[in-house]
T-cell receptor, first 114, second 116 residues
Framework: DTAVSQTPKYLVTQMGNDKSIKCEQN?????MYWYKQDSKKFLKIMFS???????INETVPNRFSPKSPDKAHLNLHINSLELGDSAVYFC?????????????FGPGTRLTVL | AQKITQTQPGMFVQEKEAVTLDCTYD???????LFWYKQPSSGEMIFLIY??????QNATEGRYSLNFQKARKSTNLVISASQLGDSAMYFC?????????????FGPGTRLSVLP
């Protein structure tokens, strides 16, 4: 009964390629997020969606495009991959955006760009 | 400016002893939430404990408790009776609740190593 799932778990690709990471949550949450964790373990939010609408878009290159077909899914598409995109990408979800709403994280996708 | 500061990049503790992981935060909001997450070497992010800015009592959850000092803007995590499985990265995070769309901000993390 996975709450937040991501596919694939590992992604190895060449520079310049386009790739997608999928995320699904079965918690009935209305808000979903994408985070990037760099090699120093620093976690930074990239995007936040509430009820399929973009809420937060941090200073992320426009090569990154999130897509939310419905409340339960938030996919991340990356164009023209660069070496610096190598990181672990986490999807997360929460019910609402009040200060007490904890986030539930997916298992992460380790992206390696060669 | 950093909103969440964790000044201990790494900590060691002997098994069965207690350990305190520090976290200070910066906000001008009156309403906010503070969270701690654990990230073991397997990579997943595990929610541990939550403290609301209006909570008068320190949060506790099993062996985890928070030493919440609002005036000092600190929320230190105390792990009692450390176990080998507690070895992991620990992240402090904050959500400011006043503005719609506020996101989580994470600290840089503290790597805890529990020694047998």
């Amino acid at each position: 009964d996975t709450a937040v799932s991501q596919t694939p778990k590992y992604l190895v690709t060449q520079m310049g390629n386009d790739k997608s990471i999928k995320c699904e949550q079965n918690l009935g949450h209305d808000t979903m997020y994408w985070y990037k964790q760099d090699s120093k373990k620093f976690l930074k939010i990239m995007f936040s969606y509430n009820n399929k609408e973009l809420i937060i878009n941090e200073t992320v290159p426009n090569r990154f495009s999130p897509k939310s077909p419905d409340k339960a899914h938030l996919n991340l598409h990356i164009n023209s991959l660069e070496l610096g995109d190598s990181a672990v990408y986490f999807c997360a979800s929460s019910q609402g955006q009040d200060d007490y709403n904890e986030q539930f994280f997916g298992p992460g996708t380790r992206l390696t760009v060669l | 400016a950093q909103k969440i500061t964790q000044t201990q990049p790494g900590m060691f503790v002997q098994e069965k002893e207690a350990v305190t992981l520090d976290c200070t935060y910066d906000t001008s909001d009156q309403s906010y939430g503070l969270f701690w997450y654990k990230q073991p070497s397997s990579g997943e992010m595990i929610f541990l404990i939550y403290q609301g800015s209006y909570d008068e009592q320190n949060a506790t959850e099993g062996r985890y408790s928070l030493n919440f000092q609002k005036a000092r803007k600190s929320t230190n995590l105390v792990i009692s009776a450390s176990q080998l499985g507690d070895s992991a990265m620990y992240f402090c995070a904050m959500r400011e609740g006043m503005n719609y769309g506020q996101n989580f901000v994470f600290g840089p993390g503290t790597r805890l190593s529990v020694l047998p």
